[in-house]
């Protein structure tokens, strides 16, 4: 059964009002709640009941897999190898993502660790969201990795989004693109008060015509610290392209380090980043129009990120 505080976490994390209809594995506290699987997508509990295996049958078209987890027990740190399998020429959307409702002083914290193996001319849109509630004082801790295997001619579409109340992030995002494959991530980090958030990026361009841009945008709010590291590593005729920007508040800081590694004569990589602050004529013009200063940055936050 959810109760009220999971209702909320599934709504903020996957946009569920309720249990979905489709395929979907729902994990709370570090075990099943609920699943169902169709015709054409399978999940399947690991060997060691430490994660699942979603097998997409190929051919599948305009289908979508949630697997939201959500946490409210005190001192948990749940941690998952979930493994997904998308047949040729297939076309599914995969929401996941984690909510945490942090009631007490204890910890509560989980690892996603996600491995995506991606067959010929398969198209996938991965959407993932982190948000940590509650009135407690406890920790919050998300560490999400994620590792991609694109064969020829795939498109994969990542969307990552840490929306708020997280205090302790590590992320880690690894691909490997095979001939004439595109992948691009966007990564989305809001840190406030002491919370700290470190995103490492290893992309590789095998593939010959493979593309991928990777763009992060970062608001880094009170005391906060946020780090970003991705490199792109070219080995063969490609484009690769990374974009980070920042708006920083308060007394946040940040480091962001691109790096692009060209071992092929027509490999074509680029970057481009900024860090600075909300710009003072954005505000004057939004205040002139009724918005009070709150309503102003928020507006503008929230723009940012989008």
């Known amino acids: 059964m959810l ?23 729902i ?9 169902s699987t169709t015709a054409t997508i399978d999940i399947e509990t690991s060997e060691k009941e430490d994660g699942i295996t979603v097998t997409v049958a190929p051919g599948t078209i305009n289908e979508s897999v949630h697997i939201p987890v959500i946490l409210g027990q005190a001192g948990l740190h749940d941690i998952v190898y979930n493994k997904f399998i998308i047949g040729e020429n297939a076309d599914v959307t995969i929401i996941a993502g984690c909510g945490i409702h942090c009631g007490g002083p204890e910890p509560e914290g989980h690892e996603g660790i996600h491995e995506f193996f991606v067959k010929k001319g398969a198209k996938v849109k991965y959407v993932e969201k982190h948000y940590a509630g509650g009135q407690g004082s406890g920790k919050r801790t998300l560490n999400p990795t994620t590792k991609v295997f694109l064969e020829e ?23 490997v693109l ?11 980090v809001m840190t406030d008060n002491n919370q700290t958030a470190v995103s490492r990026n290893k992309i590789i361009l095998e593939g010959e015509n493979s593309r991928s841009n990777m763009v992060s945008r970062s608001v880094i709010k009170g005391n906060s610290r946020q780090d970003f590291y991705a490199t792109m590593l070219a080995k063969a005729k490609c ?38 602050k909300i710009a003072g004529e954005q505000l004057m013009k939004l205040m002139s129009m009724g918005k009070t200063y709150e309503e102003a940055v928020n507006i503008i936050i929230q723009g940012f990120l989008r």
């Open 3 to 25: 109760d009220a505080s999971d209702k909320h976490l599934l709504k903020t994390v996957a946009d569920l009002e309720d249990i979905p209809k489709g395929a979907y594995n």
């Open 178 to 188: 095979g001939k004439g494959s595109s992948l691009l991530i966007t990564e989305r």
């Open 153 to 175: 001619n795939v498109r994969v579409e990542m969307e990552l989004t840490q929306i708020g109340g997280v205090d302790e992030a590590n992320r880690l995002n690894e691909a």
């Open 27 to 35: 994990r709370k506290n570090g075990k099943l709640l609920s699943r």
């Open 239 to 276: 484009f690769g392209h990374i974009e980070c920007d920042a708006i920083i508040m308060d007394n946040g800081t940040n480091k962001t380090i691109p790096a692009l590694h060209a071992e092929h004569p027509d490999a074509e990589l680029s970057h481009e980043a900024s860090i600075g």
